[in-house]
């Protein structure tokens, strides 16, 4: 019997952790990067990348891009790339603009023009809407926010739902924050884990600021199961949030430090016009629970305590 094919679109920490799902199910994965010589360290870190096909791919190269479906016919294609910051797309505004719109543009192009039935999936960040009452969900507004990073995504989202209408199966993913080990160490979690660990003082920013977390392994579990399903625009998180002082007090507490004394504000470190809450709607679970039968089981606390342990 012929193994599914799935063509995971970027090299990045949900790629690696959806990978070794799919592993698990006996499907194949081919993993595509600017650099075919890249050292992909998340996927050694998991002990999967003697599993994994490793492409080359210009996702600005629309020839490449048919060439590499054609060439193994996946039944699913997860677009996970593009510049990842929020801070740093102010810089990379080319980057960020070409990774998270252009090139879902060139997918969308060669899948509607060669009429191809591979399932697409476009992930994108919660930070694209507007909270309405502290929470988002699927019909909220859109942010009125002139980030690089935010407006890539918003054009690349509005995309997929102007395609779909090609008769295409696409799906837009909304997540919030995704944490693991292997994040990079500036990420504001493992940042404090790893201060703590160290005993070290760590300089901030707003830390009176709401956010959702979740757990990378759990959403590639949740990413999975929505992908065995019809084509929708759904939001992925555990809907549970911490605060930035609750992170610091929680992340220090796990060496019995006292993180009152170590840590100090830098307003250099703060975003101007930042939503003070940014938080899934608990009811965007409900798809999973009732129809998938999946809930988040790790959040908060847990899930510090899982970070600090596995640095």
Not at 68 to 82: M, N, Q, R, S, V
Not at 222 to 241: F, M, R
Request: with cysteine.
């Amino acid at each position: 019997m012929n193994k599914k094919v799935n063509l995971i679109i970027g090299s990045g920490v949900l790629g690696a952790y959806l990978s070794y799902v799919l592993l698990k199910k006996k499907e194949k994965v081919i993993v595509t990067s600017r650099n075919k010589k890249k050292n992909y360290k998340n996927y050694t870190f998991l002990k999967i990348h003697k599993k994994i096909k490793f492409e080359k791919l210009d996702i600005n190269d629309s020839n490449q891009i048919k060439k590499i479906i054609l060439k193994y016919k996946p039944e699913k294609i997860f677009y996970f790339a593009g510049q990842s910051s929020l801070i740093k797309s102010k810089n990379l505004k080319k980057e960020t603009y070409s990774s998270h719109y252009l090139g879902t543009k060139n997918f969308l192009s060669v899948l509607k023009k060669n009429k191809i039935k591979s399932k697409f999936f476009k992930s994108n960040s919660g930070y694209i809407f507007n909270p309405k009452k502290k929470m988002v969900n699927i019909n909220s507004n859109l942010a009125k926010n002139k980030n690089p990073y935010i407006v890539a995504q918003q054009k690349s989202y509005k995309l997929i739902k102007k395609y779909r209408k090609y008769n295409l199966n696409l799906f837009n993913l909304i997540f919030f924050q995704i944490e693991s080990p292997l994040r990079p160490n500036d990420f504001f979690i493992k940042k404090v884990c790893l201060h703590a660990k160290k005993r070290k003082k760590i300089l901030v920013g707003n830390i009176n600021t709401f956010r959702d977390y979740s757990w990378a392994p759990e959403i590639a579990k949740a990413v999975y199961l929505i992908s065995n399903t019809k084509p929708k625009d759904i939001i992925i998180s555990a809907g549970k949030s911490m605060s930035g002082l609750e992170i610091l007090k929680y992340g220090y507490k796990l060496n019995n430090l006292d993180y009152k004394k170590y840590y100090k504000i830098n307003k250099i470190f703060e975003r101007k016009n930042e939503n003070k809450y940014l938080i899934s709607d608990k009811k965007n679970n409900f798809f999973l629970k009732k129809k998938l039968k999946f809930s988040f089981k790790i959040y908060r606390q847990k899930l510090l305590r899982l970070m600090y342990q596995n640095i």
